[in-house]
């Protein structure tokens, strides 16, 4: 296949020279006046130090180099980081301008002199002109031969006993540590630190005994690193090592976005292939990581082609924009989130606090929306900057078996109260202290609104969003907590305006007077039995919850009067309540029925399997393809999963999914059960990882991808690379699902 390619990478650069514009009517200059280069050479490597003219460019993938000369071998060559660009017939490629140096390590085995050094490469002028594959050879002097070097004191040999010349007279050429194993590092992104091994021909580097740390005012997380080769060592038994290059990706969280002095040390261990082992050892590096504002916009983003994940982008907006843009951004980014299931669960609870204080005036009812909205805005911010630069998830930690069912139990002891069973107040010696206070009362009434409103943000509230993602992203990994705490401030003050409406509007919806307000409290006592029960889905069983919801519309029916007789002349409105009242006991009596056959949704009660077996419609649905997923529960699995993946050369997809997750259970019932979905994704290994727990194991695979929680669904394309600029955050339709998995597979 290569061979084809190259014909028609040859074919269509000749049209393109064929096709040029005014510009490629005169004499284009030689190739070899154009990719001017000169050589050099020490005892380790061969250096090509190239000029190019102003125009043209090289592209890196077109490289190639060989030794002409018997005795001398080549190894991998160090290429310095190029530049992106765009080509009409080879799509993103990496390619180099001006000047730069290319480094190829080498091995004499002989008495050779000099080495004739064969070198392929490419490339091609802005204006449009291609050349042709050029196939050069270059005559480049050696220095002299190292000859009976003493050994060195402090090295090991592969039995792991100190080595000296009369045990290893293999040490004659050997190499220092910090020549066999060259240490580079840069800083890609403004959260992300490479760092690269060039590694000398027959030497090795155990890929377990690399370590990584730093000084100054950066965190690092845990590195990424490719999979070694395969090997057996006397000391260590099967292990996996580096050979030639390695290049590990280290994530990392700053406290500033300004530009900081730090040291990066890494540690190692390698040996020298049939000789030595060198003890573990330590190279360090000054650098300046430079101010988030120096990166490049695709960088801060995504260092990846393709799309800017919506994430990112939200991210963006905070680092680039000004304060207005920020700010009003984010207001509407809350404002669309406050229409999803994440948000909507906050309505009945603030009218059910309205409705317990009986009559109220616009006005108090606005107050009360706002201490709430307020309470939930100092929670998002505050609890979000913290878990940003704690690199953590602290809305999980609300999600702990014991807070949901105290939680839950609040709910339906309030619902009691609006039933009327008792009345919630201040116990009496505690209100004669605050009688001389004037207002004090109501005081403490938006007090306990706002603590209602912070813990329900946290608990309620517990699925993610690309502009909550964004915002968190940018305090844990640029240290700009300032900017990044104003964007959640404003995220939350969109999600609660509908609020303030609520609130607003409570004075002239509600009644003041009469029985009808002990009618809408009890109505409303049921909105709260029912948010105890939703809470109580990710504790019990899901068969136990659809029996509680049996309970709470039969018995809701039974308030309506199903059961009750109709007067002689009954008003169209005791009508209305019977025939409700009928519809859901009959809709409570089937939940019930579902329960007992093993079903879990209130919306589907009668499993699909039971339906199957009746022999009904049911048995075709059953039997439509659905998605299977892979639990993944450790880092460990996933690596091994994904070396899986990249040796079938299979695309992986990774969702990130949790019992207490709203939108998960969106994807879930919506989103993965589409036959376009399915068949989207039939090419991909399907990962899952259940978080629920918040466990080490969990936290570290969160860690893993920079995320705040479920659901995020991470991408890996045939190559084994994660595609980060295609991680998904929160609920995503099944047609724009379909089409973002299409768009990476095509890639």
């Given at each position: 296949?290569?061979?084809?390619r190259?014909?028609l990478?040859?074919?269509?650069c000749?049209?393109l ?7 490629l009517?005169?004499?284009?200059p ?13 005892a380790?490597?061969v ?25 001398v ?10 530049e992106?660009?765009k ?5 993103e490629q ?6 730069f140096?290319i480094?190829i390590?080498?091995?004499?085995t002989?008495a050779?002199?000099?080495v004739d050094?064969?070198?392929r ?5 802005d ?19 190292a ?12 039995g792991g006993t100190?080595?000296?010349?009369a ?26 630190l490479?760092?690269?091994?060039q ?5 090795y ?18 590195a990424?690193l490719?999979?070694?080769k ?5 000391n ?10 390695v ?17 990066i040390t890494?540690g190692?261990?390698?040996?020298k ?7 573990p ?30 994430q ?8 680039t ?10 207001y ?5 989130l406050?229409l ?7 309505v ?15 006005r108090?009812g606005f ?21 940003a630069?704690?690199g ?7 999600q ?6 105290l ?5 339906a ?9 008792f ?46 993602v ?12 300032a ?10 003050i ?15 919806l509600l009644?003041?007077v009469?029985?009808?307000m002990n009618?809408v ?5 049921v ?20 029996v ?12 309506l009067?199903?059961f ?11 009508r209305l309540a019977?025939?409700f ?18 079903g879990?949704?209130?919306?589907r ?6 339906l ?11 039997t ?14 996933l690596?091994?999963a994904l ?16 019992d ?18 399915i ?5 991909f290994?399907?990962l ?15 860690q893993?991808f ?6 995020t ?11 980060e600029n ?8 099944p ?12 890639l």
């Amino acid at each position: 296949m290569a061979p084809y390619r190259t014909v028609l990478r040859i074919v269509a650069c000749t049209l393109l020279a064929l096709a040029g514009n005014a510009a490629l009517a005169q004499d284009p200059p030689p190739p070899q006046q154009v990719f001017k280069y000169s050589t050099r050479a020490d005892a380790d490597r061969v250096y090509l130090d190239f000029g190019i003219l102003n125009g043209y460019y090289l592209y890196r993938a077109r490289f190639g180099f060989d030794s002409g000369t018997d005795g001398v071998s080549l190894g991998a060559a160090s290429f310095p980081r190029g530049e992106t660009h765009k080509d009409e017939y080879f799509g993103e490629q990496e390619v180099y301008r001006g000047k730069f140096t290319i480094a190829i390590p080498y091995k004499r085995t002989g008495a050779a002199s000099a080495v004739d050094l064969k070198l392929r490469l490419q490339g091609c002028a802005d204006f449009g002109l291609c050349y042709l594959p050029q196939d050069w050879t270059a005559k480049i002097a050696l220095p002299p031969g190292a000859a009976g070097a003493a050994a060195r004191p402090g090295l090991l040999d592969i039995g792991g006993t100190p080595t000296t010349a009369a045990t290893s007279p293999a040490t004659d050429d050997l190499l220092p540590a910090d020549q066999a194993f060259v240490m580079n590092a840069r800083f890609d992104k403004p959260n992300e630190l490479t760092v690269a091994w060039q590694i000398a021909p027959g030497y090795y580097l155990y890929r377990d005994k690399l370590t990584f740390s730093a000084t100054g005012k950066i965190e690092l997380g845990a590195a990424r690193l490719p999979d070694g080769k395969p090997h057996t060592d006397d000391n260590f038994g099967a292990v996996q090592v580096f050979r030639d290059f390695v290049e590990a990706k280290v994530p990392f969280s700053r406290a500033s976005p300004g530009a900081l002095d730090v040291v990066i040390t890494a540690g190692f261990q390698g040996c020298k292939d049939n000789s030595i082992c060198y003890p573990p050892g330590e190279q360090t590096m000054p650098m300046v990581l430079p101010a988030t504002s120096e990166f490049p916009a695709s960088a801060t983003a995504s260092g990846a082609p393709g799309p800017v994940s919506e994430q990112d982008q939200w991210a963006a907006r905070i680092i680039t924009g000004s304060w207005f843009s920020l700010l009003g951004w984010f207001y509407l980014g809350g404002l669309a989130l406050s229409l999803t299931p994440c948000v909507l669960p906050m309505v009945p609870i603030l009218s059910s606090i309205i409705a317990g204080q009986g009559a109220v005036s616009t006005r108090r009812g606005f107050l009360l929306s706002l201490s709430y909205v307020l309470g939930m805005a100092a929670t998002y911010t505050s609890a979000g900057a913290l878990a940003a630069l704690a690199g953590g998830q602290i809305q999980a930690l609300f999600q702990k078996p014991w807070i949901i069912t105290l939680f839950a139990g609040l709910f339906a002891v309030l619902a009691l109260s609006m039933f009327g069973l008792f009345e919630l107040q201040m116990p009496t010696a505690l209100q004669t202290r605050l009688a001389n206070l004037a207002n004090r009362q109501k005081a403490g009434t938006f007090l306990g609104t706002a603590v209602i409103g912070a813990l329900t943000a946290l608990i309620v509230t517990t699925c993610v969003a690309p502009p909550l993602v964004g915002a968190l992203a940018v305090i844990g990994q640029t240290g700009d907590v300032a900017r990044g705490s104003g964007a959640l401030f404003a995220l939350s003050i969109g999600m609660g305006s509908p609020l303030l409406l609520v609130g607003a509007s409570a004075g002239q919806l509600l009644p003041r007077v009469g029985p009808w307000m002990n009618t809408v409290k009890a109505a409303f006592g049921v909105l709260m039995l029912g948010m105890a029960i939703w809470m109580m889905e990710r504790v019990l069983p899901g068969s136990v919850t659809l029996v509680l919801w049996s309970l709470l519309v039969f018995l809701t029916g039974v308030f309506l009067g199903a059961f009750e007789a109709l007067p002689a002349n009954p008003s169209p409105m005791r009508r209305l309540a019977k025939g409700f009242g009928v519809l859901a006991c009959l809709y409570g009596s089937l939940l019930l029925i579902g329960a007992t056959l093993g079903g879990e949704d209130p919306l589907r009660p009668i499993p699909q399997a039971a339906l199957a077996r009746a022999g009904t419609g049911g048995a075709v649905a059953a039997t439509r393809p659905a998605l299977e997923f892979r639990p993944i529960e450790t880092v460990a699995a996933l690596d091994q999963a994904l070396t899986e993946a990249r040796a079938a050369h299979q695309p992986v997809m990774l969702d990130f999914t949790a019992d207490w997750c709203i939108s998960c259970k969106e994807m879930e019932h919506n989103t993965f059960p589409d036959q376009g979905v399915i068949g989207a994704l039939k090419p991909f290994m399907l990962l899952r990882a259940d978080v629920t727990a918040n466990d080490k194991d969990d936290q570290a695979l969160l860690q893993r991808f920079h995320s705040f929680g479920p659901p995020t669904i991470a991408f890996f394309d045939a190559g084994g690379t994660e595609r980060e600029n295609f991680k998904l955050v929160g609920f995503v339709p099944p047609a724009e699902f379909t089409k973002h998995v299409t768009t990476l597979a095509a890639l």
